[in-house]
């Protein structure tokens, strides 16, 4: 395939031809085009996902595709996310080497990224979880990846001059953070066209939420703040389908949504996903209780603030050397204890926000277009429905109360509680 070409979608039938030439991929999986085993395993939402098998290796090709695949057509969407998602790979792989896939290759005009490819035993997290395996490494894996890009991409640490080119060139990434505007803050709270949820059994439910003032008020409250504070390079999609994880490896893929935006953003999705899967557990009880996988998600929760909090305060003390909070103004006047002071401000900011952005994550994924396979997974819809009615409760509690909240625990407490109500 050569880069003049105009755009054109690999299929299985195509992929060894259009791709035979290309030395990044032959080098990795052998030159032997006739021996290549082309498969399309994208379940996601947006693009083609391709694992082809040479006779000397294997490696994924993704491809962008000028729609939405999960809706068709009829929602163009621009192939240039590619474009961002291979940036943002090269950016996380500077700031938390080793957390995301290798990049091969990248076609800017094909929108098609060679990279990596995680055999099993690697898993997507979301299926993981769902199955009731639990990982050991997750939450000290995830934390320090979202401590290390968060801190590393912003104006704590990065020269003002290159932050701002590198906001300047994800600024153009109009139409993913728009999906992200529309189908996580504001689709949720009306009659949106392509809204579903689980009928009959949580329309009233659901009617209560959108007349629900006071959260309406609060997810437009986080939307300004995701519109407009433009702080750091974002994944922008951070939930458990962005991860996949083996008992003792993690690694983040998919950040076609990145963008610079609020830390907290990241750091709620993440936690409100871990939230989902603890809410959805009773659902897949079919072949025994999940007691001990409630008990470990909500110690994963726990465990990934934690270590982001010490990782994020370790890069304060020794990588704080951007234009905000300068060493200048504080440590180098022997005034350590100022930098502390402005660190726990910075971070108890970050938890009050991250509380919101979990709580409306929670509600988009059972009230809007883009549902979670936790929940989708449980046929009777009567138990699934019990199941998402308490995370939509737990939701609107986090994103009303989200600033009387003060800690993981007191979350995990009101988690607990609401699972235990016996019925919607
Ligand atoms: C139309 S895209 C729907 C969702 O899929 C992606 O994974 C993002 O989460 C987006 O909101
Ligand atoms: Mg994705």
Redesign the pocket.
Known sequence: MTEELPFEALSVETLAARLGGNDALCAKIGRDTGAWKVREVGD???NLVFIVEGDSGAAVVKQALPY?R??GDS?PLPLKRSFFEYHALTRQEARAPGSVPAIHYFDERQALIIMEYLAPPHIILRRALIDGRQLPNIARDIGLFMARTLFRGSDLHMAAKDRKADLALFADNVELCD??ES??FSDPYFDAKMNRHTSPQLDGLVAELRADRDLKVEAQRLKHMFAANAETLLHG?L?S??IMVTDTETRMI?PE?AFYGPMAFDVGMLLANFWMSFFSQRGHEQKGKRDAMRAYLLGVTVETWSVFRAEFSHLWRTERTGMLYQKSLFEDQGDKLGAEQALDHVLHQMWTDLLGFAGIEVH?RILG??HNADFETIADEDLRASCEAKALKFGRHLAVNRRQIHSIDEVNQLAALIEQESSI
């Open positions: 996601g939402n947006l939405v999960l809706v929602w999906i992200t189908l996580v999609d939930h389908g962005s998919d949504f988009r277009l883009a």
